[in-house]
């Protein structure tokens, strides 16, 4: 349980500065300096992909932690906190709290960047746009930040 804590910990750190770039994303936007978007683009895409690098790991990981509580493979983070002895359940339950905070703080920032990359496209000259469409400048980076696997895991 105790590297899997630290596993815990360690996305925790990754989804904050994930966080951060997609707050630091939205400023960007929001100050309408366009120069700078396809920069922080890829800040989140980066920190996106350090966070699913942290996956399998987080599985290989979770699925020791559930042999030794006793559980099938990949429970999910209540499943394997609920099958816990203490202290580990408290943990347990104290990272999933915060990687769900987490996680929704980052999917709602990145709905608002995507309203605000929506919104900069309907406003500027269709030459504009496709000048940002062959230099990489998408909305990939505001869209489905969050992994699929991840939110499985904390359901």
Same mark, same amino acid.
């Given at each position: ?5 630290? $596993? #815990? ?9 994930? #966080? ?6 939205? !400023? ?44 099938? =493979? ?12 203490? =202290? ?10 915060? !990687? ?27 030459? $504009? ?24 895991? !904390?359901?």
């Amino acid at each position: 349980m105790e590297e899997l804590s630290l $596993v #815990l910990w360690r996305e925790r750190e990754l989804l904050d500065t994930l #966080l951060y770039r997609v707050e630091l994303e939205q !400023l960007v936007l929001a100050s309408g300096r366009a120069r700078w978007h396809a920069r922080t683009a890829q800040d989140v895409a980066a920190a996106r992909t350090t966070v699913g690098e942290t996956e399998l790991l987080r599985a290989v990981v979770t699925d020791e932690a559930a042999a030794a509580a006793g559980l099938a =493979p990949g429970p999910t983070l209540r499943e394997l906190a609920e099958g816990s002895d203490e =202290p580990w359940r408290t943990i347990l339950t104290d990272h999933r709290d915060a !990687l769900v905070a987490l996680t929704r703080s980052i999917a709602e920032r990145a709905t608002g960047n995507h309203d605000l990359v929506a919104a900069g496209r309907s406003r500027t000259p269709l030459r $504009v746009q496709a000048r940002e469409a062959d230099s990489g400048a998408t909305l990939g980076s505001a869209v489905h930040v969050v992994q699929a696997s991840l939110a499985d895991f !904390l359901r």
